[in-house]
T-cell receptor, first 116, second 112 residues
Protein backbone atom coordinates (compact mmCIF):
# COMPACT_ATOMS: atom_id res chain seq x y z
CA UNK A 1 0.00 0.00 0.00
CA UNK A 2 0.90 3.65 -0.20
CA UNK A 3 3.23 5.09 2.41
CA UNK A 4 2.69 8.18 4.52
CA UNK A 5 5.61 9.32 6.62
CA UNK A 6 5.32 11.62 9.58
CA UNK A 7 8.15 13.47 11.30
CA UNK A 8 9.09 13.71 14.06
CA UNK A 9 7.80 10.62 15.85
CA UNK A 10 7.95 12.42 19.15
CA UNK A 11 8.82 15.88 20.36
CA UNK A 12 9.08 17.64 23.70
CA UNK A 13 8.81 21.41 23.78
CA UNK A 14 8.48 24.18 26.30
CA UNK A 15 5.27 26.07 26.86
CA UNK A 16 4.97 29.04 24.56
CA UNK A 17 7.08 27.65 21.77
CA UNK A 18 5.90 26.39 18.39
CA UNK A 19 6.28 22.93 16.97
CA UNK A 20 6.06 21.84 13.34
CA UNK A 21 5.02 18.35 12.30
CA UNK A 22 5.55 17.13 8.74
CA UNK A 23 3.46 14.66 6.82
CA UNK A 24 4.74 13.29 3.53
CA UNK A 25 3.22 10.95 1.00
CA UNK A 26 6.25 9.00 -0.19
CA UNK A 27 5.05 7.20 -3.28
CA UNK A 28 1.92 9.01 -4.36
CA UNK A 29 0.55 12.48 -4.73
CA UNK A 30 -2.03 13.58 -2.22
CA UNK A 31 -4.18 16.56 -3.03
CA UNK A 32 -5.90 16.13 0.30
CA UNK A 33 -4.45 15.24 3.66
CA UNK A 34 -6.15 15.02 7.02
CA UNK A 35 -4.88 15.85 10.48
CA UNK A 36 -6.12 14.13 13.61
CA UNK A 37 -5.34 14.30 17.27
CA UNK A 38 -5.81 11.52 19.73
CA UNK A 39 -5.83 11.63 23.51
CA UNK A 40 -5.05 8.53 25.57
CA UNK A 41 -7.77 5.88 25.44
CA UNK A 42 -9.80 7.94 23.01
CA UNK A 43 -10.57 7.75 19.33
CA UNK A 44 -9.04 9.88 16.60
CA UNK A 45 -10.56 13.32 16.32
CA UNK A 46 -10.41 15.03 12.96
CA UNK A 47 -8.88 18.47 13.27
CA UNK A 48 -8.69 19.70 9.70
CA UNK A 49 -8.57 18.84 6.04
CA UNK A 50 -5.48 20.06 4.26
CA UNK A 51 -5.85 20.92 0.58
CA UNK A 52 -2.86 21.42 -1.67
CA UNK A 53 -2.55 25.01 -2.76
CA UNK A 54 -5.44 26.33 -0.71
CA UNK A 55 -6.48 27.02 2.84
CA UNK A 56 -7.19 24.18 5.18
CA UNK A 57 -10.71 23.43 6.33
CA UNK A 58 -10.94 23.19 10.09
CA UNK A 59 -13.45 21.20 12.10
CA UNK A 60 -15.69 22.99 14.51
CA UNK A 61 -13.93 23.91 17.71
CA UNK A 62 -10.40 23.68 16.29
CA UNK A 63 -8.50 26.98 16.48
CA UNK A 64 -7.08 27.74 13.08
CA UNK A 65 -4.68 30.32 14.45
CA UNK A 66 -3.25 27.85 16.88
CA UNK A 67 -2.97 24.88 14.54
CA UNK A 68 -1.48 26.23 11.34
CA UNK A 69 -1.67 23.92 8.37
CA UNK A 70 0.28 24.34 5.17
CA UNK A 71 -0.03 22.07 2.16
CA UNK A 72 2.50 23.54 -0.20
CA UNK A 73 3.01 20.54 -2.45
CA UNK A 74 1.27 17.35 -3.46
CA UNK A 75 3.47 15.32 -1.15
CA UNK A 76 3.86 17.49 1.93
CA UNK A 77 1.56 18.94 4.53
CA UNK A 78 2.70 20.52 7.77
CA UNK A 79 0.94 21.17 11.05
CA UNK A 80 2.39 23.84 13.31
CA UNK A 81 1.21 24.02 16.88
CA UNK A 82 1.79 27.62 17.85
CA UNK A 83 2.36 28.86 21.39
CA UNK A 84 2.02 25.35 22.69
CA UNK A 85 0.58 24.69 26.13
CA UNK A 86 0.52 21.50 28.18
CA UNK A 87 -3.08 20.86 27.15
CA UNK A 88 -1.87 20.59 23.54
CA UNK A 89 0.08 17.49 24.51
CA UNK A 90 -1.39 14.72 22.42
CA UNK A 91 -0.80 12.22 19.63
CA UNK A 92 -1.11 13.87 16.23
CA UNK A 93 -1.71 11.74 13.14
CA UNK A 94 -1.93 12.63 9.48
CA UNK A 95 -3.49 10.67 6.66
CA UNK A 96 -3.90 10.88 2.92
CA UNK A 97 -5.64 9.16 0.06
CA UNK A 98 -3.82 8.32 -3.11
CA UNK A 99 -6.58 9.42 -5.45
CA UNK A 100 -6.84 6.05 -7.13
CA UNK A 101 -10.51 5.57 -6.41
CA UNK A 102 -9.96 3.70 -3.17
CA UNK A 103 -11.68 4.76 -0.01
CA UNK A 104 -8.95 3.64 2.32
CA UNK A 105 -6.66 6.31 3.63
CA UNK A 106 -3.07 5.75 4.59
CA UNK A 107 -1.87 7.02 7.92
CA UNK A 108 1.41 8.30 9.20
CA UNK A 109 2.96 6.74 12.27
CA UNK A 110 1.90 9.65 14.41
CA UNK A 111 3.73 12.29 16.44
CA UNK A 112 3.70 12.30 20.21
CA UNK A 113 3.82 15.92 21.37
CA UNK A 114 4.61 16.68 24.99
CA UNK A 115 4.53 20.28 26.13
CA UNK A 116 6.28 20.98 29.43
CA UNK B 1 -21.70 11.04 7.38
CA UNK B 2 -23.12 7.81 8.67
CA UNK B 3 -22.61 7.16 12.35
CA UNK B 4 -21.15 3.83 13.43
CA UNK B 5 -21.63 1.93 16.65
CA UNK B 6 -19.34 -0.82 17.88
CA UNK B 7 -18.81 -2.66 21.16
CA UNK B 8 -16.33 -0.78 23.30
CA UNK B 9 -14.30 -3.85 24.13
CA UNK B 10 -13.99 -7.57 23.50
CA UNK B 11 -11.89 -10.33 24.98
CA UNK B 12 -10.68 -13.44 23.24
CA UNK B 13 -8.08 -16.17 23.50
CA UNK B 14 -5.35 -17.15 21.13
CA UNK B 15 -6.49 -19.37 18.29
CA UNK B 16 -10.12 -18.32 18.46
CA UNK B 17 -12.10 -16.61 15.75
CA UNK B 18 -13.19 -13.10 16.66
CA UNK B 19 -16.17 -11.35 15.14
CA UNK B 20 -16.65 -7.62 15.69
CA UNK B 21 -19.95 -6.18 14.56
CA UNK B 22 -20.52 -2.57 13.59
CA UNK B 23 -23.90 -0.90 13.18
CA UNK B 24 -24.34 1.81 10.56
CA UNK B 25 -28.09 2.27 10.20
CA UNK B 26 -27.80 5.46 8.16
CA UNK B 27 -25.36 4.17 5.57
CA UNK B 28 -25.83 5.85 2.19
CA UNK B 29 -26.03 4.15 -1.18
CA UNK B 30 -22.56 5.29 -2.20
CA UNK B 31 -20.90 4.46 1.10
CA UNK B 32 -18.31 1.74 1.49
CA UNK B 33 -17.39 0.09 4.77
CA UNK B 34 -13.77 0.11 5.85
CA UNK B 35 -12.06 -1.34 8.90
CA UNK B 36 -8.84 -0.12 10.44
CA UNK B 37 -6.58 -1.51 13.15
CA UNK B 38 -4.63 0.66 15.54
CA UNK B 39 -1.87 -0.33 17.93
CA UNK B 40 -0.88 2.01 20.77
CA UNK B 41 1.14 5.01 19.65
CA UNK B 42 0.79 4.13 15.97
CA UNK B 43 -1.36 5.39 13.14
CA UNK B 44 -4.32 3.26 12.03
CA UNK B 45 -3.67 0.54 9.48
CA UNK B 46 -6.12 -0.47 6.78
CA UNK B 47 -7.53 -3.99 7.19
CA UNK B 48 -10.35 -4.50 4.74
CA UNK B 49 -13.05 -2.73 2.76
CA UNK B 50 -16.33 -3.80 1.26
CA UNK B 51 -19.65 -2.70 -0.18
CA UNK B 52 -21.88 -5.75 0.14
CA UNK B 53 -21.89 -9.52 0.75
CA UNK B 54 -18.49 -10.90 1.72
CA UNK B 55 -14.95 -9.78 1.21
CA UNK B 56 -11.90 -11.77 2.24
CA UNK B 57 -8.22 -10.98 2.22
CA UNK B 58 -5.16 -12.49 3.82
CA UNK B 59 -5.90 -11.15 7.27
CA UNK B 60 -9.68 -10.89 7.67
CA UNK B 61 -13.14 -11.33 6.26
CA UNK B 62 -15.88 -8.76 6.11
CA UNK B 63 -19.51 -9.81 6.11
CA UNK B 64 -22.16 -7.33 5.01
CA UNK B 65 -25.85 -8.26 5.01
CA UNK B 66 -28.18 -7.25 2.21
CA UNK B 67 -29.54 -4.20 4.03
CA UNK B 68 -25.98 -3.00 4.73
CA UNK B 69 -27.03 -1.58 8.08
CA UNK B 70 -24.32 -3.52 9.82
CA UNK B 71 -21.07 -5.30 9.06
CA UNK B 72 -18.96 -7.90 10.81
CA UNK B 73 -15.21 -8.06 10.79
CA UNK B 74 -14.00 -11.63 11.25
CA UNK B 75 -10.47 -12.35 12.40
CA UNK B 76 -9.59 -16.03 12.12
CA UNK B 77 -7.42 -17.66 14.76
CA UNK B 78 -6.30 -14.53 16.57
CA UNK B 79 -2.92 -14.25 18.22
CA UNK B 80 -1.62 -11.99 20.96
CA UNK B 81 -0.39 -9.57 18.32
CA UNK B 82 -3.98 -8.92 17.25
CA UNK B 83 -4.59 -7.06 20.48
CA UNK B 84 -5.49 -3.60 19.21
CA UNK B 85 -8.33 -1.17 18.65
CA UNK B 86 -10.48 -1.83 15.60
CA UNK B 87 -12.42 0.93 13.91
CA UNK B 88 -15.31 0.65 11.49
CA UNK B 89 -15.83 3.58 9.13
CA UNK B 90 -18.29 4.28 6.36
CA UNK B 91 -17.81 6.78 3.59
CA UNK B 92 -18.13 7.63 -0.05
CA UNK B 93 -15.49 5.92 -2.14
CA UNK B 94 -15.83 8.38 -4.96
CA UNK B 95 -15.35 11.43 -2.83
CA UNK B 96 -11.59 11.73 -2.68
CA UNK B 97 -11.76 14.77 -0.51
CA UNK B 98 -14.18 13.13 1.86
CA UNK B 99 -13.45 13.07 5.53
CA UNK B 100 -12.96 9.89 7.51
CA UNK B 101 -14.66 10.20 10.86
CA UNK B 102 -13.69 7.68 13.50
CA UNK B 103 -16.12 6.29 16.02
CA UNK B 104 -15.12 4.96 19.41
CA UNK B 105 -13.67 1.69 18.08
CA UNK B 106 -13.51 -1.75 19.68
CA UNK B 107 -10.62 -2.56 21.95
CA UNK B 108 -9.81 -6.22 21.39
CA UNK B 109 -7.77 -7.99 24.01
CA UNK B 110 -6.35 -11.40 23.09
CA UNK B 111 -5.21 -13.51 25.99
CA UNK B 112 -2.92 -16.56 26.00
Amino acid sequence: GAVVSQHPSWVICKSGTSVKIECRSLDFQATTMFWYRQFPKQSLMLMATSNEGSKATYEQGVEKDKFLINHASLTLSTLTVTSAHPEDSSFYICSARDGQGRLEAFFGQGTRLTVV
Amino acid sequence: LAKTTQPISMDSYEGQEVNITCSHNNIATNDYITWYQQFPSQGPRFIIQGYKTKVTNEVASLFIPADRKSSTLSLPRVSLSDTAVYYCLVGDRGNQGGKLIFGQGTELSVKP
